[in-house]
């Protein structure tokens, strides 16, 4: 029988300003996911945090955009929210861009990854958990993952990859989807998903099997909500082995830290650091972004795990990549490339700043 593994992930207030969760948020999402596992609503869940963010790791037989599955996410956050007003947490319920459930989280605020699998006989997934950056950030290392030989030896020397992927991709701002084929598409493919901030991928399909290997969040809370409220701060699930690149190869784009959107006011350029959960409380300008990696095997839709993945020496010098960048692109203070293009940047003065000197301009 199918099963669906959901990620629905929000955030509903930081602690202290932006940088991490309060326990008090998170425990109240695992005890929520644990009733609901209870009364049979999930065959399995797990809270978990990035920064300020609460990511629901919920397994279940309901499919993907599941009315019930969507609504007790929703009414998680929302409950985490009363105590994070209590607390007087920061941005209290920010995600939450609607005053009531209508029947699907999507366009709602919070982010959401679904996969429906029919499990194998070992079927080891991978969660990741993104803070302080945009969705679309995962079109990098997903283009590494999937097609690019020299991170997935697989793509090479595996029969079950050797017919490459295919990828979907949504234009964030004109809502479509097209699809590509890997290999033999992958310029045109490029030309698109090397613009993340306006198109990102979707989903990711194994060519041989049909089977789906990945999916992101591709919500974008600027574009919902049409001034900015926070970052997006994407989710990823992807599955490994056999027909699907190996865990090693899952995890290996991210031993370089690369540059995404975010960081500090959601406005500057800045490095992907991976991170172990213990890590993953961005502080220092608000950043730099964070990844974290979850494994699990699943077993009959039960979550076994997590093991923290980039809780692993190996990543130490992507990490100190990550801080020698964020050093560097510091040094620009307010300046492109740290600072983003006009049109990017989540915040700005330059209407009001625009107004005022309006008059003070002469031809040259
Ligand atoms: C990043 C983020 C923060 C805030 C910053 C200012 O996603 O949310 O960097 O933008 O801390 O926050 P406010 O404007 O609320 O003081
Ligand atoms: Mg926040
Ligand atoms: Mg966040």
């Not at 599941?66 to 607390?87: P, R, S």
């Not at 020698?324 to 510091?330: C, M, Q, T």
Request: proline share 6%; charged share 20%.
């Amino acid at each position: 029988m199918p099963q669906t593994l959901s990620v629905i992930k929000a955030d509903i207030g930081g602690w202290v300003g932006h940088s991490a969760m309060h326990p008090e948020v998170l425990d109240l999402g695992r005890e929520r996911l644990a009733q609901a596992v209870q009364s049979g609503l999930l065959i399995d869940g797990q809270a978990h945090a990035c920064g300020d963010d609460m990511f629901l790791v919920m397994s279940h037989d309901r499919g993907e955009d599941n009315t019930e599955v969507h609504q007790y996410a929703w009414d998680t956050f929302t409950a985490g929210t009363e105590i994070a007003k209590k607390l007087k947490l920061y941005g209290a319920g920010q995600d939450l861009l609607a005053d009531a459930f209508s029947g699907n989280i999507r366009g709602m605020g919070p982010g959401s990854a679904e996969v429906e699998l029919v499990e194998r006989q070992s079927e080891p997934v991978i969660v990741f958990m993104g803070d302080k950056t945009s969705s679309g950030s995962f079109n990098l290392p997903f283009y590494k993952m999937f097609a690019d030989p020299f991170n997935t030896a697989g793509l090479v020397i595996a029969d079950a990859l050797h017919q490459g992927f295919a990828f979907e991709v949504h234009d964030l701002k004109n809502h479509k989807k097209i699809m590509f084929n890997a290999p033999e598409e992958i310029y045109d493919l490029l030309v698109f998903i090397g613009s993340p901030a306006h198109y990102a991928i979707k989903r990711v399909v194994a060519r041989s099997t049909g089977e789906v290997a990945a999916v992101s969040s591709t919500d974008k809370l600027s574009l919902i909500a049409g001034r900015y409220v926070g970052k997006d701060d994407p989710t990823a699930i992807v599955r490994c082995q056999n027909s699907f690149p190996a865990v090693g190869e899952v995890i290996e784009p991210f031993t370089t830290p690369y540059i995404v959107e975010g960081f500090m006011r959601g406005s500057h350029y800045g490095p992907w650091m991976p991170t172990s959960v213990a890590d993953a409380h961005p502080a220092r300008f608000d950043g730099p972004p964070r990844v974290v990696a979850l494994g699990f095997q699943l077993s009959g839709g039960k979550l076994v795990g997590p093991r923290d993945m980039f809780d692993d020496p190996s990543y130490n010098n992507a990490r100190q990549k990550a801080n020698d960048i964020s050093d560097f692109l510091r040094l620009h203070g307010p300046f492109e490339p740290h600072r983003l293009p006009l049109d990017e940047m989540e915040y700005t003065t330059m209407p009001a700043v625009a107004a005022k000197m309006a008059n003070r301009w002469s031809e040259i």
